[in-house]
C-alpha cells in the first residue's frame, strides 16, 4: 500500500525540511545528485511502480516545489530509501558504502550540449532563487496574519479546559515507541496540495475549533502528554495540525472519510470571539501571492529542465534504474 507526504516544505521561515529526520531511521539509503531534468523523479517513480507490482508497503516523498515530481521513496520492509539528494535538501553520505549508496546522474550529461547555454542557465536559476525568496516574504506576512487572529483568540482560551479535554483523549489512544514529523498538506505552485493516506484504516478523531490557536494549543499539549506519535505539521509552519496515534488519527479535516469521534474545542473559549475580518482577509491575498511565485520559480525550473533534459543519456539513467530495483527487491 502506498502512503503519499511531503518531508520538505515551503514554509514562513523558508524551506523546511524533514528528511535527514527520517533517514536517519534507515538501513539502506540511495542518494540521487544531478540538476533539473537528470531522472531523478522518474527514477524514484519506477521503483514506486515495482514496489506497488510487489505488494509492499511504501511511502511516497513528494516535492513541494512541483508536486508532479516525487523527492524520495521509502519500502518500509526493506527499511530502503532512495532520495533526491539535491538543494533544498541537500543530503550527504555519513556512512559510504555501509549505509548509504551515492549515484551521480549528473555524469550522464554530454557537456558540449550544455555549455553553450551556460550563462542563459545561470539566468534562470537566479530568477528561480529570488521567486524563492519573494514567496517566503509572501509567507512570512500570511503567518503574521494568522498571528494577529490568533492573538485575539487566546485570552479568551480555557487551558485548565483544554489540559482536560488532552488527557482525556490521550488516555485512549495507544503510544507509539518515537515522534516521526512529516506532512500531509504542502504549499505548492499547485497551491495547497494535500493527501489524506494516513487516515485509512485508522479511528478518526475529528477537531472542531473557532480559531487556529485552539488546534495549536491542543497539539502541543498533546505532544507533551505522549511518548510517541506520527505528527503532520502546518504547511505554513506554525506546529503540529494532525496526529497518528497507533490506530487512532487526530485531524482537524479528514476529507471524504467519515470520523468516529468529534472533539469541540469550542468549549474552552470563556466567551464568543470574531476573528479580525481584515486579517484574515489578507492571508488568504498573501497566500495566493505566495503560490503565484513558487509557480514562476517552477516556470524557471521547468526552463533548465528543457536544456539538460536534450544532453542526459537516458539509457544509462534506466541501466541505473534497474539495478537499484535489483539490489532492493532482488537482493543482487
Known amino acids: 500500500m502506498e502512503k503519499r507526504l511531503f518531508l520538505g516544505a515551503n514554509t514562513a ?26 531522472g531523478k523523479s522518474t527514477l524514484i517513480r519506477k521503483v514506486a511502480s515495482k514496489a506497488k507490482e510487489s505488494g509492499a508497503d511504501f511511502e511516497t516523498w ?4 512541483d508536486v508532479k515530481s516525487l523527492d524520495g521513496i521509502y519500502i518500509k520492509s526493506k527499511n530502503t530509501a532512495i532520495v533526491d539528494g539535491t538543494n533544498p535538501h541537500a543530503i550527504e553520505a555519513t ?21 553553450p547555454y551556460g550563462e542563459e542557465i545561470a539566468r534562470l536559476c537566479k530568477s528561480k532563487a529570488a521567486h524563492y525568496v519573494k514567496a517566503y516574504r509572501r509567507l512570512k506576512c500570511a503567518k503574521l496574519c494568522i498571528d494577529e487572529i490568533n492573538a485575539d483568540f487566546i485570552p479568551y482560551i480555557s487551558m ?9 483523549l490521550a488516555y485512549h489512544v495507544r503510544k507509539a515507541a518515537k515522534v516521526s514529523k512529516q506532512l500531509s498538506r504542502a504549499i505548492s505552485p499547485q497551491g495547497i496540495v494535500s493527501f489524506y493516506d494516513h487516515l ?25 502528554m505522549l511518548c510517541g506519535y506520527d505528527a503532520y505539521m502546518t504547511p505554513l509552519g506554525c506546529g503540529i495540525e494532525g496526529m ?52 514562476a520559480a517552477r516556470e ?21 534504474t534497474e539495478k537499484i530495483i535489483g539490489e532492493i527487491f532482488n537482493g543482487l
Not at 107 to 113: H, P, R
Not at 160 to 168: A, D, E, G, L, R
Not at 200 to 219: G, N, P, Y
Open 160 to 168: 485548565p479546559k483544554m489540559t482536560q479535554i488532552c488527557s482525556s
Open 95 to 115: 556512512l559510504p558504502v555501509v549505509k548509504e549508496k551515492v549515484i551521480a546522474l549528473g555524469d550522464f550529461i554530454d557537456e558540449k550540449k550544455i555549455l
Open 62 to 65: 513528494y516535492c513541494s516545489g
Open 300 to 320: 524557471n525550473h521547468l526552463a533548465v529542465e528543457n536544456y539538460y533534459v536534450p544532453a542526459m543519456n537516458f539509457d544509462k539513467v534506466g541501466a541505473v
Open 200 to 224: 485509512v484504516d485508522k479511528q478518526i478523531i475529528l477537531l472542531k475549533s473557532e480559531c487556529q490557536a485552539q488546534t495549536e494549543i491542543f497539539f502541543e499539549k498533546m505532544s507533551q
Open 13 to 38: 521561515d523558508g524551506f523546511k525540511s524533514y528528511f535527514e529526520e527520517r533517514l536517519k531511521f534507515c538501513d539502506r539509503i540511495y542518494i540521487l545528485k544531478g540538476g533539473p531534468g537528470t
Open 244 to 295: 497518528v496515534v497507533g490506530r487512532y488519527a487526530i485531524v482537524e479535516d479528514c476529507f471524504d472519510y467519515e470520523p468516529q469521534e468529534t472533539v469541540d474545542l469550542s468549549v474552552t473559549l470563556k466567551k464568543a470571539v470574531k476573528a479580525d475580518e481584515f486579517a484574515t482577509a489578507e492571508y488568504e491575498r498573501q497566500m495566493g501571492l505566495a503560490i503565484n511565485e513558487l509557480a
